[in-house]
């Protein structure tokens, strides 16, 4: 079972947090499933960029950015070679480290 290390987030999740999640699931919703509330405020249908994250390890694990995704990054605050959106990122078989960018160009938080 592959292990997802998120690094810490002020506010998300201020110690970090290690968890391990099956193949196949997207990484927004490993990380809710495990009580961090990473923001997802289209409902993981790739229509916004709250749910921005940069893979510091284990980035060429995953499969491919659909162009849907890429155009949205664009517009994502703190874009870097390794981001993804965690609702289209789904876990392989590698283990992975996550950052949660500070910001999100979100106006208001969602509170799912």
């Known amino acids: 079972m592959p292990q997802i290390t998120f690094l810490p987030h002020?506010?998300?999740c201020?110690?970090?947090k290690i968890i391990h999640v099956a193949a196949g699931i997207s990484l927004c919703d490993?990380?809710?499933e495990h009580e961090i509330e990473l923001e997802h405020a289209?409902?993981?249908?790739c229509a916004c960029t709250t749910c921005h994250i940069i893979v510091r390890e284990g980035f060429d694990s995953l499969a491919e950015a659909s162009e849907k995704e890429e155009d949205?990054?664009?517009k994502?605050?703190?874009l870097e070679p390794e981001s993804r959106l965690a609702c289209q990122a789904m876990v392989a078989?590698?283990?992975l480290v996550v950052e949660i960018p500070k910001y999100t160009i979100n106006h208001a938080k969602e509170n799912h």
């Not at 289209?42 to 249908?45: G, R, Y």
């Open 10 to 12: 002020a506010e998300i």
């Open 30 to 32: 490993a990380a809710l």
């Open 42 to 45: 289209c409902e993981k249908a």
């Open 14 to 16: 201020p110690e970090g």
């Open 72 to 74: 949205l990054l664009d």
């Open 93 to 95: 078989d590698e283990d």
């Open 76 to 78: 994502a605050w703190g």
